[in-house]
Every structure is written in C-alpha cells, then in structure tokens.
C-alpha cells in the first residue's frame, strides 16, 4: 500500500518536522523542498525517505541544523569552502552561489566544498549552473557507513560516490533542455536499495554482494544489520571502470576538498557527509560559444537520428527520464511506500511533531 499525497503538502509536512527539530523554518523548507523535488524527478532515494536519518543526525549532534557555509580560501578562480556540518541542500546552495560571483568575474571556477550533511542530489546543483549557460562538474565523495566494494573486493570500503555533469544545449531562440548526467558510482544509489527493502523487492543479480562476500538480490543486506552484525554492499557499476571513477570521486571531493577519506571501520551513526569538487565554465568567456553551441545541438539531432532498438522508445538523453517524472509527478501526486511513511512518522514523533 502507499500514500500518494500532493508536493506542495509533502514539503510542508517534511518543513514542519525539520522547524520541530530545531530548524529554522526558511533553512527548512529548503531542505524539504529539495527532498520533494527529488521525489517528482523520480529518485525516490534522495528524497523524503531521508528526513528520519537527517533528524536522527541532528539528535547526534553531528548535522548542525542551522549552519552556513565558511569562505577558508578566496583566490579569484579558486574557492575553498567548509560546510560546518550544516545541512547539504543549504550550504550546497550556498556555495553554488558563491562559486557563481566568481564565474561571473573570471569566466570560470573550481569550488572545493568540505564537510557538508548530506548534498543531496547533485543534479540540483547541476541544473542550477545550467539554467545560467554554464557547464558544471561535480565529483562528490560520500563520507558514512561504506556501503560500496571496490572491484574484486568483498565488504564495503566506500560510499557510493556520485559524479555529476551539466552541459547547456544550444543558445538564444535555439536553446534546448540540457544534459545533467548525475549517476553514482556504484551500480545503484544506496538510496534505492532502502526504497526496495521497504517496498518487500528483489533487485537485479549483479548489483550486491551479501555479508560474507557472495552475490545476493536481497537489498536488505546494506540497509539492515545481517547475521554477523556486518552488512553487505553494493557493487560499482561496470567493473574496474566504474571502480576507478568511484576511487577518484573520493581522491577529489574527499581528499583534495579537505573533506577527508574514509579509512576507519564502520559505525551506527546516522549523519551523511559529502566532500565536492565543483568546476564551473562560462562558454561564452571561453570563446566558443557560438561554435559549442551549434556542435552540441548537431549532435543531439543526430543521436536522436538513430532508429529506435527493439523493444525501446529510442535514445533518452541524461535529464529527460527526471523532467518527464516531474511532469507525471507533477501532476498525478507522490507515492510514498508504507514502510517510509511509518518511519517518517516515527521521525515525527522523536521530535515531538505528528506527521
């Protein structure tokens, strides 16, 4: 069974529980917006179902609910941020917006974010650099419980690692919705596995490996403690590849940010925290915006020139799947499962607030 309920009444919902948990209430419609919108764009995983793991994360001390992000290096093209542990959505934002004063000023950026609560999804930050006609490159490192194996590995030693990319598409009357390709490192978000656990599924073979290192599709293996007190993980996607990329997210947002590495065994705490290397472009600074633009519709047209594969609607670009959720979503309402329901109203309830 689910509870399909309105955006606009979710967010409200979501705000007022994170307002009773010492929230200040424009920091936390943010935050609940930016959950919700992640439900209309059809990733469940980042969306509300992490209100109840942000509230136990302020109930630990380590989410500082009201914090802003703190400039540590200004040098023109270069910015160094720390997050202070304040909520990701907010401070995410925050330096978005700083990192945007200095594209506007030097043509480009590259933002070192450390120590924000949980970002998110990335695609946000992406689409917001976009709709300015930037390009934007996030490389985000997850710093909890290791829920992802490296390739050939057997537990979990990393989390899952995110990359992000937005790419404007065309200019002036020819512009087109952009490419924002925002995909985790390992096969799947971890997100999602709690989402198939709480809604009773198997997942596809290939994506876990259980507590002692065997392959399973029972999802429950990295959302709940397994026979011997340890959890499985998920795998990275295509291998070595996948692997690599996920080892240079957390080399770039963990250790070049100054957020840190993960290298210690795992915990029962609840806070998430991200480390972000962010690089923004201004084409038109760059000098070839004229001729990006052009390419990079001719391009497009001729991906979209390619016969549909048998069984599919034909060639999908990186953003479309979310902007058509939001559509559907938009319209028809947000199922929330059951099990996540329960826990949001359990979230509630620690804070002395009904859902």
Known sequence: MTHRIRSDELTQRVSAMFVAAGTSPERAHTVAANLVLANLSGHDSHGVGMAPRYVDAIAEGRLQPNASVRVQLDSGMLLGLDGQGGYGQVVGEQAMHLAFERVRQHGACIMALAHAHHLGRIGHFAEMAVAQGWVSLHFVSVFSRPVVAPYHGGDGRFGTNPCCIGIPLGSGDAVREPFVLDFATSRVAQGKMRVAHNEGRRVPEGYLIDEHGHPTTDPGVVVVPQSNGRYGALMTFGDHKGFGMAVACELLGGALTGAGTWH????????????????????????????????????????????????????????????????????????????????????????????
Do not use: K
């Open 264 to 355: 210690q065994e795992p915990d029962a705490r609840r806070a998430v925290f991200n480390g972000m290397l962010t690089i923004l472009i201004d084409p038109t600074r760059l000098g070839t915006q004229a001729s990006f633009a052009s390419e990079a519709l001719a391009f497009v047209d001729w991906l979209r020139q390619s016969p549909p594969a048998p069984g599919t609607d034909g060639v999908l670009l990186a953003g479309e799947p979310e902007r058509a959720a939001r559509a559907a979503r938009g319209q028809a309402g947000i199922d929330i499962d059951d099990t996540t329901w329960a826990e949001l109203e359990g979230a509630a309830q620690r804070v002395h607030h009904v859902f």
